[in-house]
Each structure stands twice: as structure tokens, then as C-alpha cells.
Nanobody
Framework: QVQLVESGGGLVQPGGSLRLSCTAS????????MGWYRQAPGKQREMVAR???????DYVDSVKGRFTISRDNAKNTVYLEMNSLKPEDTAVYYC??????????????WGQGTQVTVSS
């Protein structure tokens, strides 16, 4: 199995910044992709940013130019640098990984979620 531990959420004023981190541990052979999703109250969970093992990156349009995703493969860690935060960024942010295991080529795993609240 894969365990994901997230950190870095909190309360920030509009225009502020936060950095989320997520570290994966377990018996994975490799991690194909790492990403961040979010879910606001009453809304569906949406992909925020994702980075593949080859470095390809995708962002949801609403965060382009404000958020930056990166990963440290040596530490099995993915980061989400969030700048110019807006109230509409308020949500629970979930880390997600797609890992190759010895018993399956793809195992999707989720973190427990970290709350990000943008409010004055």
C-alpha cells in the first residue's frame, strides 16, 4: 500500500500564499504521477494540478499563473505553491498519487486532506 501525509494548509488572507506538501511512503516500485485535488463544500472534487514522472504538468484553468506544482522524486514528495490566493480557492486539498506496485501497474492513493481557507 501507499501512505500519503499532507501538510501546509491553513487560514490565509486574500492575496496571500501557502505551500502544501505531500510525502508518499510504502512499497511502491515507482510513482507515475503526483497531484493535488480539491473539494469545496457542495462541489465536486476537481483536479488542481498534476505532475507526471516525465515532468509533464497540468493545471486547472482557474489556478494557472498562481499555483506551481513540483516534485522531489528522491523524497517521494510533491509540493503545491499557491500564490495570490482567492476566497474561491477555499477547499479541502487532497494529495493523489498513481503508483506502480509489484502486484499492479497502477494504484491510486489519496491523502487525508488538508483545509485551505482564504478569508479576510
Amino acid at each position: 500500500q501507499v501512505q500519503l501525509v499532507e501538510s501546509g494548509g491553513g487560514l490565509v488572507q486574500p492575496g496571500g500564499s501557502l505551500r502544501l506538501s505531500c510525502t508518499a511512503s510504502g512499497s511502491m516500485i515507482s510513482i507515475n504521477s503526483m497531484g493535488w485535488y480539491r473539494q469545496a463544500p457542495g462541489k465536486q472534487r476537481e483536479m488542481v494540478a498534476r505532475i507526471d514522472s516525465d515532468g509533464r504538468i497540468d493545471y486547472v484553468d482557474s489556478v494557472k499563473g498562481r499555483f506551481t506544482i513540483s516534485r522531489d522524486n528522491a523524497k517521494n514528495t510533491v509540493y503545491l505553491e499557491m500564490n495570490s490566493l482567492k476566497p474561491e480557492d477555499t477547499a479541502v486539498y487532497y494529495c493523489n498519487t498513481d503508483s506502480r506496485m509489484d502486484w499492479t501497474p497502477r494504484l491510486l492513493s489519496w491523502g487525508q486532506g488538508t483545509q485551505v481557507t482564504v478569508s479576510s
